[in-house]
Structures are given as structure tokens and as C-alpha cells.
């Protein structure tokens, strides 16, 4: 280890670790000699930054690319009112600058790839995935396995948690033993299930920091080989084992999977936007426009009750597009319909069941309440 | 004779919005079977067209992986808890659904996954 010490005021910074008898001078060193690299400064990256920052982490990477947006202030406590559109990586820096001067903070503006994730990670003893989608899951978890570093992994979604410390190097297992292939697109849950209670990133963030800070100073036991699971409704923490996988394409005995890969592909994703028929749609000027005429159609809002509530059409009738398929009795297929949700893609959907079941005057309100809000009515909330 | 099922939040849906499901005691195979009957759509989640349980669903028996037990005729005996445990990616993602506007302007971050397949 590089030769470090610590000056007086970060003894005073730091003495509630200094004075506690597992913890000490020597941990307090291994901290500031340590480095940990931040994949993502959303929801679980805030609390992460902070308290790694706050604990004397030494040198902290932060990867970001997105600004700060006013939907992100309910869970991405580093960030604040007063940084709203800068970038991310930028507005985090801020905060953790003034919180502790004592340490090096590196921001990288931009999406780790498949290009940069090896240049971006190799400096760094800690890879600590905050992300929030499939593809930077794995393309994360392959270049830790394959640069030897551990990685921090946590996930959240809804109201639970999941988080672990995956590091093949020490014998445990990765991210692809515990799930070998993500889910294909079209078996995820709808979007009116994507929310997230704000504080709950706050706690998975939080256990993920205490697992860098544990690795880092080598104390305790850490969470390789386990998996803790956060219910935040029902209040639970449980704990399932993980075992590495021998047949692991990337960290198993023989792994097929050597370098990094097109990760976007591999999680079935493909770029193109050019395949969404435009003929079934209609603009919101053009469906106001319709509204005021004798022949006017009818509104069909796809969303779920809680987004219902928020704000929607007058005159809409409610039916979500998970319960379409057995609703259909309900519609007149002899009707004009204009159906929208919040963007136009789950109204899309809807749209392309409703011609497959023999409506045939149903179009789609393009770009869905977000754009109705923009072109005809601001009074309309956007969320 | 009876053992717990606990569902996902992300699969709650597909199984009357229950948070776990009391079943009675038997292989991990019956136990699942018996759910997919009672729950035809979270049957299409758990399993693919070829009848097998899809990669990105862990079944767990207590806190060990069916994988490393004896798979699906694992036996779970009366009290015994059968976890479902999704991969999920975190963060706001719309899943299957819906490019927020922060990223149409700035990007792929928190919407991509969804994004793109919503559009097809």
C-alpha cells in the first residue's frame, strides 16, 4: 500500500472512526488510498457518493451522463433544487466538494460502453453498480469479472430491493451465475409499475456503501455469496445464498465470454425507431380539433388508476391495457376511437390489439398526455 | 400441509396483486404447477413456450437456489418458503413502456431499456 497519513484536521474529520477499536487509523488510510468507481449518480449513486465521500473514500469516480431533473429529486438526494439541469456528475461533485474537501473526485460525462468500460474502471479498486437497466448491469458485471475487481451491485424496483458483492477474484460468484440472460422486453412489467418510493434506493444505496467501505478497509464480513432482499411495504430483509456457477460464461471454468460484448443486443434491444406505424396515429392538435366537431370520437385512456388520477381527457373512459383483452365487450367497434396513455406507447399496444380484434377506426394520440400537454393544453400534468 | 409462496412486487400483478400464495407441500415442480393453474399469466412470466422456467427467474427453497439443490423436484416440506426472485434493473425504468422526456433530449440512460422496444 501507498504510504499515507492523515493530517490533523482529517484526524478530527474522521474521529468517530478513528476512536472505534475495529475500525482505526489503519482502516482510515485503506480508505483514503482507496478508490471506488460510481456506474451511475441516480438514486442509489446519491446516497453512495455521499457517504463514501463523507467516510474519507479517498478517490471517488463518478459516471454519469444525464442532468439533474426535477422527477429525480425524490430519491437522488445528492443532487438539488439549486443544480437542476446541470449534469449529474457536476451537480454530485458539488455536493461532495463542499461535504469533504479531503478527497479526489473524477467525473466522466458519458454512458460506459463496451469502448470505455475497461479504461474507466481499470484505476479504481471498487466498481459499485447503481445503474438502472439491464444492458449496463451486464456490461458492468463482465468487465469486473474480467479486470478482476469486485462489484457492488444493488437494484431496486418498486418498493424492493436486491443487493450483493459480486467478486469471482474471492471466490464468489457474478451477476450472470445468479442470472444467466435478462429478460426479454416484452416480459417486463408494464410502465405504470416502474415508479420507485424515493427513500428506498437510500437504503440499498446505503448498504452498497458499506460493503465498499467494508472491502476497502478490510474489515468484517461482506455480502459475497449472499443476497440481501429489501421488502420496503412489509418491511423485511431476507437473505438467500449464491453460489458461483462452474458453467458461468464469464467467470466459470471455461468461459465462452472473453471480451466485452454489444450488450444492447444481447439484452434484445434494437435501436431502430423507424418501425413504429405512424398511419394508425393522430396529433393531439388534430385530435382537439376533432373534439369540437359533431363527429367526435371517443377517448380511450389505457393508463392505470393512479396515473388516471393525475390528470387525463375529458370525456375519456378508463380501461387499462392490461385488462384490454378481457374488457374488449365493453367498445364499440363501430365508434371512432382516439386511444392515448402518458407517452403513446402503451397506447400503441392497445391500438394494435384493438385492430387485431377487428376495430378498425382506432388511432393513437401520438406522443400520448406529454405531448397533449405541450401542443394543446399546459393545464395538463406531466409526470 | 402447507408451504408460502412469495411473489415479487414485479410479478404481483400477475397473481392478484398477492404478496405470497399458501400452497400445499410437495416438489418445487407441483408447487409451481399448482400456481400456474390458479394463475394462468404468471405461469407465462415463470415459464417460456418450452415449458421450462426462464433464466432470468430464480426459485429459491428457504435460502438455497433449486439449481443447487435437485432443480424443480426439490422437495419443500410443510412450513418451508418458495421464493420467485426476478432479475430486475432498478432505478425508474419503464419497463415495458415509455422514453421519458429528460431523455429523448439527453440520451439512452433511464429509459433505454424500455425505449426501444416500446417503439416496435
Known amino acids: 500500500m501507498r504510504p499515507v497519513t492523515l493530517s490533523n484536521e482529517e484526524i478530527r474529520r474522521y474521529s468517530r472512526h478513528l476512536i472505534l ?85 473524477a467525473t466522466y460525462e458519458t454512458q460506459i460502453t463496451s469502448e470505455n468500460a475497461f479504461d474507466l ?8 453498480d447503481g445503474t438502472d437497466n439491464f444492458p449496463t448491469r451486464y456490461l458492468t458485471n463482465d468487465a469486473s469479472v474480467m479486470l478482476g475487481k469486485p462489484n457492488v451491485y444493488g437494484s431496486i424496483f418498486r418498493f424492493e430491493g436486491q443487493v450483493t458483492v459480486f467478486s469471482p477474484e474471492d471466490g464468489g460468484p457474478c451477476y450472470r451465475c445468479l442470472y444467466p440472460e435478462p429478460p426479454p422486453p416484452g416480459l417486463v412489467p408494464s410502465c405504470a409499475e416502474g415508479g420507485v418510493l424515493g427513500v428506498l434506493p437510500g437504503v440499498i444505496g446505503t448498504i452498497q456503501a458499506t460493503e465498499a467501505i467494508k472491502l476497502l478497509a478490510g474489515i468484517g464480513e461482506t455480502l459475497i455469496g449472499r ?69 367526435s370520437p ?86 | 400441509m402447507a408451504v408460502t409462496v412469495t411473489i415479487p412486487t414485479a410479478l404481483r400483478q400477475y397473481a392478484g396483486g398477492h404478496a405470497s400464495i399458501t400452497l400445499p407441500a410437495g416438489s418445487v415442480g407441483q408447487i409451481l404447477a399448482t400456481l400456474r393453474e390458479q394463475y394462468p399469466q404468471l405461469g407465462k412470466q415463470l415459464y417460456n413456450d418450452q415449458g421450462a422456467l426462464r433464466s432470468f427467474v430464480n426459485v429459491y427453497v428457504g435460502d438455497e437456489d433449486i439449481r443447487h439443490l435437485q432443480g ?14 426476478p432479475a430486475i434493473a432498478g432505478g425508474v425504468m419503464v419497463l415495458h413502456g415509455e422514453r421519458c422526456t429528460v431523455n429523448v433530449r439527453y440520451g439512452w440512460k433511464e429509459c433505454c431499456y424500455a425505449a426501444s422496444h416500446a417503439l416496435q
Not at chain 1, 479517498?58 to 433544487?81: A, K, M, P, W, Y
Not at chain 1, 474502471?121 to 459499485?128: F, K, L, T
Not at chain 1, 453460489?243 to 466485452?260: A, M, Q, S, W
Not at chain 1, 454489444?262 to 413504429?276: K, L, M, N, S, V
Open chain 2, 72 to 85: 424443480v423436484e426439490t422437495h419443500v416440506a410443510d412450513g418451508e418458503t418458495v421464493s420467485i426472485i
Open chain 1, 121 to 128: 474502471m481499470r484505476p479504481y479498486d471498487i466498481i459499485v
Open chain 1, 298 to 383: 371517443f377517448l380511450l385512456d389505457v393508463r392505470e388508476a393512479n396515473e388516471w388520477e393525475i390528470g387525463h381527457l375529458p370525456g375519456a373512459v378508463r380501461i387499462s391495457v392490461n385488462e384490454l383483452a378481457e374488457r374488449l365487450h365493453e367498445l364499440d367497434s363501430a365508434v371512432a376511437m382516439v386511444v392515448y396513455c402518458r407517452s403513446g406507447v402503451r397506447s400503441a399496444r392497445a391500438v394494435e390489439q384493438l385492430r387485431q380484434a377487428g376495430f378498425r377506426k382506432v388511432k393513437n394520440l401520438a406522443g400520448g398526455i406529454l405531448r397533449w400537454s405541450d401542443e394543446v393544453d399546459p393545464s395538463m400534468p406531466k409526470y
Open chain 1, 21 to 105: 477499536p475495529e475500525f482505526g487509523m489503519e482502516a482510515q488510510r485503506k480508505l483514503k488510498c482507496g478508490s471506488v468507481l460510481l456506474i451511475g449518480t441516480g438514486g442509489l449513486g446519491s446516497p453512495l457518493a455521499l457517504y463514501l465521500a463523507a467516510a474519507g473514500v479517498g478517490h471517488i469516480g463518478l459516471v454519469d451522463f444525464d442532468v439533474v431533473d426535477e422527477s429525480n429529486l425524490q430519491r437522488q438526494v445528492v443532487h438539488g433544487t439549486s443544480t437542476l439541469g446541470v449534469r449529474k456528475t457536476e451537480s454530485a461533485k458539488m455536493r461532495l466538494r463542499d461535504l469533504n474537501p479531503y478527497i479526489d473526485i
Open chain 1, 227 to 295: 443476497l440481501i432482499l429489501y421488502d420496503a411495504l412489509t418491511m423485511r430483509f431476507r437473505e438467500l445464498k449464491l453460489r458461483r456457477n462452474p458453467d458461468c460464461p464469464v467467470c466459470g471454468e471455461h468461459p465462452t465470454i472473453t471480451e466485452l460484448i454489444d450488450y444492447q443486443q444481447f439484452c434484445g434491444i434494437t435501436p431502430e425507431e423507424a418501425q413504429r406505424d405512424t398511419s394508425i396515429e393522430i396529433t393531439p392538435i388534430e385530435v382537439a380539433e376533432w373534439l369540437r366537431r359533431d363527429d
